[in-house]
């Protein structure tokens, strides 16, 4: 299943770079939504990229149907990486792994200036999401049941980033 949400960001393009550059923000945008026991697991770092690997704990309410497989506490294990296109636009990739849940979520991002009236003021943040599950009879509901999950995250860090660009 595909999904791509996309965002627009009240900061020159060179403001959200530096945030999703700054591995601080990553941490604190993952406190900020509830997520816990945090651990930076590597963290590599140039003037042109970022690789960061965190793990956390996180809490979800599991409907009935999809308790035998999702806990309501799971271990996230993401990886982000972004990097400089060198034409003034940037991109990542991700990956996010629930331990011990058959729910594949692999992604990309891009950061790229906003067109028209507002172009040297606004960046358009657009991220591909890719969600699979393996799991017979019910992976489809699982699907739909996660889907929401990804969506609401993501609307989430895009508030949160907009707060990281205001305040910093």
């Known amino acids: ?25 990553h941490e604190a945008k993952f406190i900020a ?70 729910i594949q979520i692999t992604g990309s991002t891009a950061l790229a200036q906003a067109t028209g009236k507002k172009s040297a003021t606004h960046t358009l943040y657009e991220v591909r999401i890719e969600l699979s599950v393996n799991v017979p009879l019910i992976g489809g509901k699982i699907a739909n049941f996660s889907k929401g999950i990804v969506t609401d995250q993501l609307e989430m860090e895009f508030k949160l980033g907009d707060d990281w660009l205001a305040s910093h």
Do not use: Q
């Open 1 to 25: 299943m595909e999904i791509l949400c996309k965002h627009t960001f009240d900061a020159p393009i060179e403001a959200c770079w530096d945030m999703f550059h700054d591995p601080a923000s």
């Open 33 to 102: 939504m509830g997520h816990r026991d945090l651990e930076v697991i590597s963290c590599d770092e140039t003037e042109t990229s970022l690789r960061i690997v965190i793990d956390r704990l996180v809490d979800v309410e599991v409907p009935g149907f999809a308790k035998r497989i999702i806990k309501p506490t799971n271990t996230l294990r993401s990886t982000d990486e972004w990097r400089s296109n060198g034409d003034g636009t940037y991109s990542g990739n991700f990956e996010l792994v629930t331990k011990g849940v058959p």
